[in-house]
């Protein structure tokens, strides 16, 4: 019998051997290192949460692992347990401490979970050293806020506002392990003299990060780009002299819910965290005719992840803006005094915002205990308590947004030619109209009106004491 090999030289046979792929049965391992290198979204399924209770009563540190759950579920995950430990402050290790993480990676493996969400923003150390001890994939709350907005938004720019807040986040908790820590050699075709002459180079994840730094300049770029065309929308509003008002608070609290009652904006209305990222600017107007805009911002949550509040600090300018703030609270919720606490926590980030009057809207009035909403009432002495839902208290509502809103500066009584009804016009929709009184030289009208229109009615209308 004849070698199958006899027409090869030995260079063709070991180059044929080189370029070949053979598969050798029974040499597959399930992959279990799970500090991948590379960034992952979020595929949350069966999870379990943990926190750390370290002030406060235990009544505040199960709410704020309820909203957990709530953040969750809301990232499309199923919470099968949820636990808290007592601690003057988190283990810089692992968290919870190394006995308790061993505990939860026995209540891990009993519940199949896949997921185990810290109610709190990890250390990349402490990340991995949980990850390590329960051998799951492990996530702080930073990360799943941000896996929320990455899922919501919808606009050009809050994509790139998310993506670049995502990259913030990235930058210093990558890791890598196996070929990842190798280096890019060099050789000719990078510039080096070949065997003997190649250099240290960049290890992957150096390489990872600048990549990451790149893109985190671009979208800087795109997202002031971006946040010019909004400040031109705002000056031209500003211009126009109208007032503008702005609703904030707490996310899932109603806001998009109250927009959508005072203007019919048909927004999206969903109970569900964060549901409506990009802000929605409406007309509206007073009971006594007035027009002024409504602004639905982006919700906030208690330790809102930093990266967010900078990332998404164009589309907060439209509160630091705002002649006047709708502060939208959740009256049915069980701690409504954290929310508006957390808001105002985020208002501070703010400049200028702290200075402008504000509303405190108690909504969900329908569905809310009675004893709560005279409380937050008697605490919150400039509030109106409403049903966005029903339509409850929202005549109360728009006439105290009325009473804050600036009137305007300059009475005058003119008569006015019929052919310049415009003028007569905008004095309905920029000013307050006092009487109205139509003769055969035109019309009189007595009226509260700002500056520009002053100027415009001094210039073509006629003082009524002279005719």
Known sequence: ????????????????????????????????????????????????????????????????????????????????????????????????????????????????????????????????????????????????????????????????????AQLEYLLPRLRGWGGNLSRQVGGRAAGGVGIGGRGPGETKIELDRRRIRERMAKLRKQIKEMSVVRQTKRRRRQNRDVPAVAIAGYTNAGKSSLLNRLTGAGVLVEDALFATLDPTVRRARTPDGRVFTLADTVGFVRHLPHQLVEAFRSTLEEVADADLILHVVDGSHPDPESQIAAVRKVFAEIEGTLDIPEIIVINKADIADPVVLARLSAKERHSVVVSARTGEGIDRLLEAIARELPEPDREVRVLVPYERGDLISRAHTEGTVLSLDHTPEGTILHARVRPDLYAELDRVAKPVETV
């Open 1 to 164: 019998m004849g070698n199958e090999y006899e027409d090869h030289t030995v260079g063709d046979f070991e180059l044929e051997q080189r370029q070949a792929l053979r598969r050798v049965a029974g040499l597959s391992t399930e992959l279990q290192d799970i500090t991948e290198v590379e960034y992952r979204k979020l595929r949350l399924e069966r999870v379990v949460l943990v926190g750390v209770w370290t002030s406060g009563t235990l009544e505040e540190a199960e709410n704020s692992l309820r909203e957990l759950k709530l953040l969750a579920e809301t990232a499309g995950s199923v919470v099968l347990d949820g636990l808290i430990q007592r601690r003057d402050r988190p283990d810089p290790a692992t968290y919870i401490g190394s006995g308790k993480a061993q505990e939860l990676a026995d209540i891990v493996a009993a519940t199949g979970a896949d997921t185990v969400i810290c109610d709190g923003e990890l250390t990349p150390g402490q990340l991995r050293r949980l990850e390590e001890i329960v051998k799951v994939k492990v996530v702080d709350r930073t990360a799943l806020i941000l896996d929320i907005f990455a899922q919501h938004a919808k606009s050009r720019e809050g994509k790139a506002q998310v993506e670049l």
